[in-house]
């Protein structure tokens, strides 16, 4: 290779890192606004977690006097030992607990089991309900797709006596089984949400798989199911968070300490100080703990939600 063909590919490589390199756009007015816009809108969503994160490292006593302080008042983690159990009676009465015994890892292990179940459950039944209506042919298909999706039209306040009245019947009150078999089964957002991934599927694949003899169960399970993994995940987290943070159904049903979960025990934790101001830091300490697995698996799999939802359509 010549001198001049080197120096010439040299210089094709810089004209196109040229082409590829972004232009700088001009700060202009407007571009300003909406950047002023956006930080205005991330603080004011983002103020509230740290102004709980900032009580949760404060003392109680300390909160009263030192009210506007945007740092903790008088830094300590001792909110965080008396949710877990790891401070005295006496130690929380005098850092401004109530120094009753609050069985959080009991309420944290009964939302795990909750929770998961619900997913397990609405991921199973959903995909099977999904593939249904997307891939096999049966009269009237449609028009009982139609009216199953009427059901996300109707508020889910309008289903929760007749629930409660079912469970309450086969004797299911006060237990974590009552809680979850109303939602155990399938959910219609559930069900739109997989089956608008299903319908995108090449067909081709089924056919060749039926002319090699494969049922409909082994179809569903050795293709369909491994070609959806990323919005059968995206499904799961959804499900997994909105059943994580349920509060009024398992209030209704989860009434005693076997069977409460944490949303409705951090209620409870509020009013074990009946008389005096309640243990608003160690209330806070808790909502974190609470909220942390919800957060990681957002930050874990959040870039994975938002890219499944955009494939499925459902924008």
């Known amino acids: 290779m010549t001198v001049t063909a080197t120096e010439t590919m040299i210089t094709a490589g810089a004209a196109s890192k040229k082409k590829i390199a972004r232009p700088r756009r001009r700060l202009s007015p407007g571009r300003f606004l909406a950047w002023a816009l956006l930080i205005a809108v991330l603080v004011l969503t983002l103020f509230p977690f740290y102004w709980m994160l900032r009580t949760s490292f404060s003392s109680d006593k300390a909160l009263f006097t030192n009210p506007t302080s945007i740092l903790p008042a008088d830094f300590t983690i001792g909110p965080y030992l008396r949710v877990l159990g790891l401070a005295t009676p006496a130690e929380a009465i005098a850092e401004g607990g109530s120094g009753a015994n609050v069985n959080f890892l009991l309420y944290l292990r009964n939302s795990v089991i909750y929770a998961?179940?619900?997913?397990?459950?609405?991921?199973?039944?959903?995909?099977f309900a999904a593939y249904?209506?997307?891939?096999?042919?049966?009269?009237?298909?449609?028009?009982?797709?139609?009216?199953?999706?009427?059901?996300?039209?109707?508020?889910?306040?309008?289903?929760?006596?007749?629930?409660?009245?079912?469970?309450?019947?086969?004797?299911l009150l006060n237990t974590i089984i009552g809680m979850i078999l109303p939602t155990l089964l399938m959910a219609p957002f559930s069900i739109f949400f997989l089956r608008q991934f299903f319908l995108g599927i090449n067909k081709e694949i089924e056919e060749a798989a039926k002319i090699d003899g494969a049922g409909h169960l082994r179809i569903f399970f050795r293709i369909i199911v491994p070609m959806s993994t990323a919005p059968i995940v995206t499904l799961g987290i959804l499900t997994y968070i909105s059943t994580w943070n349920d509060y009024f159904w398992p209030l209704l049903v989860g009434g005693t300490e076997d069977s409460r979960v944490l949303t409705v025990a951090l209620g409870v934790f509020k009013s074990q100080t009946p008389g005096g101001a309640p243990d608003w830091a160690g209330l806070m300490a808790a909502t974190v703990i609470a909220a942390l697995p919800v957060l990681i698996l957002f930050f874990l799999f959040g870039r994975r939600v938002v890219d499944s939802i955009g494939f499925s359509g459902l924008k």
């Open 132 to 171: 249904a209506f997307a891939r096999l042919r049966w009269p009237g298909r449609n028009a009982v797709f139609f009216v199953f999706l009427t059901a996300l039209m109707i508020p889910g306040i309008f289903t929760i006596l007749p629930n409660f009245l079912l469970i309450r019947d086969i004797g």
């Open 116 to 127: 998961t179940a619900v997913t397990l459950g609405q991921l199973l039944f959903c995909s």
